[in-house]
Structure formats: structure tokens, C-alpha cells
């Protein structure tokens, strides 16, 4: 979203992608001290969110939350299915953009 921040509605594009920014910084500025090693470790950190449940409040207003609930969900593919990286990017370069865009508003 945040690099085609411009396909949303001009007032919502905005409004939550500047969510979804704040978001980001206050999350990994509370996670500093276990970043210690670049990418993998803030890799490892988004993995490690917890994504049973509904985040509550503001933080449902960006895609942060969602974009660690997808991970952890190809992260599940791979670890109870026997998925590839190859089987997951094949199966989502397969999926139409009006398909992609329902399932994104219906979570």
C-alpha cells in the first residue's frame, strides 16, 4: 500500500498510509534493542507478532498488522503443508487482481 498508496481513494490513501507509517516507526522504535543485526532480525521481529486475534483501536486502520498475518500464514504453508517459496509465488501470481482485491476487503 504504501508504494501504490495512490490506487486508494486520494483522502483514505493518505490518511492510512501516514497510520500505517507512524505504526512502523513506533514499532520498531520499541523493538530497537532487539534489532540488532539488520533486515533478519526486523524480519524475525514482524514474525513474531502475535496474529490470533484482531489488533484493537487505531492499529486496525493500517496494514502492518495485516501484512504480519500474511507472513505468518505463508510462514504456515511452508511449515504444515510442505510448501516452497516457489509453491507460494506461483499460487499468488495466479490470482487475478479482482479476486486479490475482494479478498483484501473482506480481511
Known sequence: MMSRAFILPEG???VRFR???DEAIEFFDKRRELITNGANHARQV???VKTELDPLGDRSKTVLFDG???ANQF???EA???WTNED???VISQCG???HAQQLRHG
Open 75 to 77: 510462514q504456515a504453508l
Open 80 to 82: 504444515e503443508e510442505g
Open 12 to 14: 483514505i490513501g493518505q
Open 97 to 99: 487482481w479482482k479476486q
Open 19 to 21: 497510520y500505517t507509517c
Open 88 to 90: 507460494k509465488w506461483k
Open 46 to 48: 514482524l514474525l513474531e
Open 68 to 70: 504480519c498475518r500474511l
